[in-house]
């Protein structure tokens, strides 16, 4: 379905945020004859998500009374945090009501030539980033949509860039009809088992976007098995990236089959993963013909994005690092290597979703590391790690983050860094991960 096709309709939709908010800003700007007719919510909405409807004659619903409100519209949008499998959007498909997302009306008005979408479990934020401002130091007009950025809707009717990068995540990707000319896949493992049901379902509705129509190139981590393993099912083009013979990390630096042409010490962000985003936003920037400028220069006044390895202070040589983005075990050990030369102090606990903190644990026990955990997922860690071998005074509970804080100022010597890294999402206690690392970098702050 066209955006475009929504003149005159009856549009209802589920959820709020940034995309429902853009897809009523361009209803009222561009097809006036279009207008929200009912808008379901899991919770009361607040009177800014009601206003950015842009709609006051819109019916505002619960879900006990979506499917009844709903099934009058042409067509539901739903937001990215309303689940595909919600037994009320199987029974509006059923229904004959249409069911499409804010990114998919975007895909099929402009197309996918010029656009890499980039995905994956961790990593895709920095990728985007840095892949945009590589394509703008190339002298090339580009723009960043998506997860970060501006909603994909938010670019229509401006001039079209020669690149567009689009950030997608799992719960835009489970429904896409049809994918951007190319895309590129940073990483895979367990995450969002909520939302999609099973850690199985997250990887498969992940992994559509690789066989999706109109991608026609695909670049792949080539040191994720799982990726590697999946690239004989593409039927489009595929680029490794990560191994000899293409956009590499080596011991002194990026290589391109072979050919070093960014030291170490000029890359701009911390950790080998992030070096590993570098060399895949390259990787995916040559899919779209982009001719790279030199990197060294390229590269210059590119910053940590935030909550992603960022530093927020530096004290009495102690180095003070919120990476409070780290949402799984994996992301954590990805953090903690990135300190090599450094005693790592790390707070680490979240919502429980099952994770496995064992491999963390021996990570924890190999590094000489310092863990203080806290709620919910905490104690789980904390145990875990004396498991592993991590003594108990390198292994501490903490009631909050901020006595997580007091502790870890007390255990760092100068030289060391304490790392927000939790390894755990923050809606057990915080409302987003953004809330929690601007708390840690306040507390941070304190003397």
């Given at each position: ?16 945020g940034r995309e429902i908010s853009s897809l009523a800003r361009q209803l009222r700007l561009r097809m006036p004859s279009a207008h929200i007719i009912a808008a379901a919510f899991d919770s009361p ?123 997608l995540s799992s719960y835009q990707i489970a429904d896409l009809p049809a994918g951007p000319g190319s895309v590129l896949f940073t990483s895979l493992f367990p995450e969002h088992a909520d939302w ?121 040589g102690v180095l003070w690092v919120d990476d409070s983005i780290s949402t799984t075990p994996e992301s954590t050990i990805a953090a903690i290597a990135s300190f090599p030369d450094r005693a790592v ?103």
């Amino acid at each position: 379905m066209r955006f475009s096709e929504l003149d005159g309709a009856r549009v209802g939709v589920w959820g709020a945020g940034r995309e429902i908010s853009s897809l009523a800003r361009q209803l009222r700007l561009r097809m006036p004859s279009a207008h929200i007719i009912a808008a379901a919510f899991d919770s009361p909405p607040t009177p800014a998500e009601i206003q950015a409807l842009d709609s006051p004659g819109a019916r505002v619903v619960g879900p006990a009374d979506a499917v009844a409100a709903l099934s009058g519209c042409d067509v539901l949008v739903r937001s990215p945090g309303v689940s595909i499998h919600r037994p009320e959007l199987r029974a509006l498909s059923e229904a004959g009501v249409p069911v499409t997302t804010a990114t998919a009306l975007w895909l099929d008005e402009v197309g996918g030539d010029g656009v890499l979408g980039i995905t994956g479990t961790k990593g895709k934020s920095t990728t985007a980033a840095l892949a945009v401002h590589l394509a703008r130091a190339a002298g090339l007009s580009a723009e960043l949509a998506g997860n970060i950025g501006a909603p994909a809707l938010d670019l229509l009717g401006l001039p079209r860039p020669q690149v567009t990068v689009l950030e997608l995540s799992s719960y835009q990707i489970a429904d896409l009809p049809a994918g951007p000319g190319s895309v590129l896949f940073t990483s895979l493992f367990p995450e969002h088992a909520d939302w999609h049901g099973s850690e199985e379902a997250y990887r498969a509705e992940k992994l559509r976007i690789l066989t999706l129509p109109g991608v026609t190139s695909v670049v792949l981590n080539g040191r994720e098995e799982v990726l590697v393993d999946r690239a004989g099912s593409v039927t489009a083009a595929v680029t490794l990236y990560g191994i000899p013979g293409g956009w590499d990390l080596s011991a002194d630096g990026i290589t391109l089959a072979g050919e070093m042409l960014l030291g170490r010490a000029e890359m701009p962000l911390l950790g080998e993963h992030n070096a590993l985003n570098l060399c895949g936003a390259l990787a995916g920037l040559q899919t779209l013909g982009v001719a790279l400028p030199e990197l060294g220069s390229a590269l210059n006044g590119f910053t940590a994005l935030p909550h992603r390895l960022q530093t927020v202070a530096d004290s009495g040589g102690v180095l003070w690092v919120d990476d409070s983005i780290s949402t799984t075990p994996e992301s954590t050990i990805a953090a903690i290597a990135s300190f090599p030369d450094r005693a790592v102090v790390l707070i680490a606990g979240g919502q429980d979703r099952g994770q496995d903190h064992r491999e963390l644990a021996r990570v924890l026990a190999g590094s000489g590391a310092s863990v203080i955990g806290v709620p919910t997922t905490g104690p789980r860690l904390i145990d875990a790690a004396r498991s592993a071998g991590v003594t108990p005074d390198r292994a501490l509970h903490a009631d909050d983050l901020a006595d997580a804080v007091r502790l870890a100022r007390a255990a760092a010597a100068p030289g060391s860094v304490i790392l927000l890294s939790p390894a755990a999402p923050s809606y057990d206690h915080f409302t987003n991960f953004e809330q929690r690392g601007a708390n840690f970098a306040e507390l941070a702050a304190r003397p």
